[in-house]
């Protein structure tokens, strides 16, 4: 049901008017929010990270917190007034009258139990099922969220399964008692192109059937896939509503036209993504102290404009028939990584893409050197790097850095950026942060943070924030390549956009060679020099980026591109 049918006169699932959100006796973070949601309809919030989203959403499902105060005009459910409520009424409403699928499926899901028992909790306490049907249902959920092996996954614990596994169990257990109102709160953000493309069929089916979406995204491609209406916010309020199409093709607000003009699918290598002034055009970081002069920066300054040189450069990192294989929860031996090469030379980039579970991050893991191969051989600089003991291998350690998806997993909460930088420049010596001062200021200049960030903890950063101090963190030892595992994945589309120019100014000055690990093809595409496709633990095909994403020559790569939102109509 588009939301021409919405406005006429289908009572609404969801109805707010005048939401306010305020914490203490701070600024309201959500003021004045007016919407509404009709059954069949897919109404898509999008903003800035820090808009407002998560707490409207949040405040729906009466989880804003303790120290919230919510006022509104009207804020029902079917009719149904939700402010007042008692804890008591309000776990009678969560599962059964409204599902929510959260971005972090590893925080959302309980470590100890199995995800086909959580999943079925709901049915226990919400249905008259028996054991056996709860099962049974269980595996139905499963398959419905295109999750393979759903029997043995069903016996797995969380941090048994891949990000994208873990997201369609979270995703099953929010539909499990098909409530009629569904908050989707960035539910594809962890999950691969074809995975992604079923998770969006599933929630087109339940909107089909009548059921209200209140989609939460960055993703304006997935966005322009599913939803009928568009919703921007802009620091606690809406600034912008109307049908997918005038919202994407038309806008009429500049913040709504700069967060279209930040989405990196069909920009051309280079070309940035942001207004942001490259970090060097306010400070030459490295000029200050040379914290950042990378040894072998020379060589290939930017691939980009002298190809040629990089293509007769030799590889500064090279993977050889590496094989890896592990003991299933069933006994059985799974070869995670078969017979995978690779070459990457400096200012590169070379972009990894594969389904969940393809291999992608066991392969990164082999060329950090955290994995040993069963065979093959990983070598760094023209010199043996994998397989050989670590003792071998530290002295050269710094030479290759990693930026991973969450930078707040990676952080000690305890430390404060400026200890977090100190000990990565002191190579975890906990070196004091006054005697490296200047190098500090230097190394938060060159990702574009200025130095009051150093006394704050990351807890207190926004994510963009974060990702630049963990991209600092990755620079402080002066690698000459980085591992990138989806580093933008879980940022607004802005951020990312303000990440992913970072990143090309890095590369361009440093000459660093990036092995960047993302799902996003059109991330990919505007990042990557080369890529390469990975299937069921093997490297399926590779080349030029623009030769393998303009004309692919495998079948699954075909796959992937076919499957890929578009922003386009």
């Known amino acids: 049901m588009s939301g021409a049918a919405a406005a006429g006169g289908t009572e609404p699932v969801l109805r707010i008017s005048g939401l306010r959100v305020a914490f203490g006796s701070g600024t309201p973070v959500v003021d004045g929010v007016s919407l509404s949601i009709a059954p069949g309809e897919c109404l898509a919030l999008v903003g800035e990270s820090g808009s407002g989203k998560s707490v409207t959403a949040r405040t729906v499902l009466g989880l804003a917190g303790e120290r919230a105060t919510v006022t509104a005009d009207a804020l029902e459910l079917r009719g149904r007034s939700l402010l007042g409520l008692s804890d008591r009424a309000w776990r009678g409403i969560r599962g059964r009258e409204v599902g929510l699928i959260l971005q972090d499926a590893l925080a959302s899901l309980d470590p100890l139990r199995p995800v086909g028992r959580e999943i079925a909790d709901a049915l226990r306490l919400h249905t008259p099922l028996p054991p056996r049907q709860r099962g049974d249902w269980v595996l139905d959920l499963l398959r419905s969220v295109g999750m393979p092996e759903p029997e043995l996954r069903a016996r797995q614990r969380s941090g048994e399964l891949s990000g994208g596994l873990r997201q369609r169990a979270l995703i099953a257990s929010a539909i499990a008692l098909d409530p009629p109102l569904l908050i989707a709160d960035e539910p594809t953000t962890a999950l691969d192109t074809t995975v992604q493309a079923r998770i969006l069929d599933l929630l ?27 919703a921007v916010m802009a620091e606690g309020r809406i600034v912008e509503t109307g049908s997918v199409a005038d919202v994407l093709e038309r806008p009429r607000e500049e913040y709504t036209r700069r967060l279209v003009r930040a989405v990196p699918a069909g920009k051309p290598r280079g070309e940035r993504l942001s207004a942001d002034a490259r970090p060097s055009d306010a400070t030459d970081a490295r000029g200050a102290s040379g914290a950042l002069d990378t040894p072998g920066a020379s060589v290939a300054v930017s691939a980009r404009a002298r190809p040629a040189e990089a293509a007769a450069s030799a590889p500064l990192l090279t993977g050889h028939g590496l094989t890896r294989a ?24 070379l972009g990894l893409v594969g389904e969940s579970g393809s291999g992608k991050t066991t392969l990164a893991r082999l060329a950090l050197g955290l994995l040993e191969p069963d065979t093959g051989t990983v070598e760094l600089d023209g010199r043996p790097w994998s397989p050989l003991p670590e003792r071998e291998r530290r002295t050269r350690r710094s030479l290759v850095g990693a930026v991973y998806q969450d930078p707040l997993a990676s952080f000690d909460p305890r430390l404060s950026v400026g200890r977090i930088l100190a000990d990565a420049l002191s190579g975890g010596r906990h070196a004091r942060p006054a ?15 200025p130095p009051s960030v150093l006394a704050r903890r990351p807890l207190h950063l926004s994510g963009g924030q974060r990702q630049r101090v963990a991209i600092a963190r990755a620079l402080a030892p002066r690698p000459r390549v980085l591992i990138c595992d989806e580093p933008v994945s879980a940022l607004d589309v802005s951020v990312q956009a303000q990440v992913l120019d970072l990143l090309d100014d890095l590369q361009e000055r440093l000459g660093l060679a990036y092995l ?13 020099d080369q890529v390469a496709v990975m299937s069921e633990g093997r490297i399926v095909e590779t080349g030029p980026t623009a030769d393998v994403l303009a004309a692919p020559r495998h079948p699954f790569t075909r796959a992937l591109l076919a499957a890929a939102p578009t922003l386009s109509a």
Not at 435 to 449: I, Q
Not at 516 to 528: A, R, T
């Open 326 to 349: 592990f003991r299933g929860p069933d006994g059985s031996r799974r070869l995670a990584v078969q017979d995978a090469s690779f070459e990457l030379r400096a200012g590169e980039t």
């Open 516 to 528: 960047f690990i993302s799902h996003d093809l059109g991330v990919i595409g505007h990042v990557s």
């Open 435 to 449: 005697r490296v001062s200047d190098e500090l200021v230097s190394l938060l200049a060159s990702v574009g943070l």
């Open 204 to 230: 087109g089916e339940l909107r089909a059937a009548g059921t209200a979406i209140l989609l939460i995204s960055h993703d304006l491609a997935v966005v322009r896939g599913i939803a009928d209406r568009v």
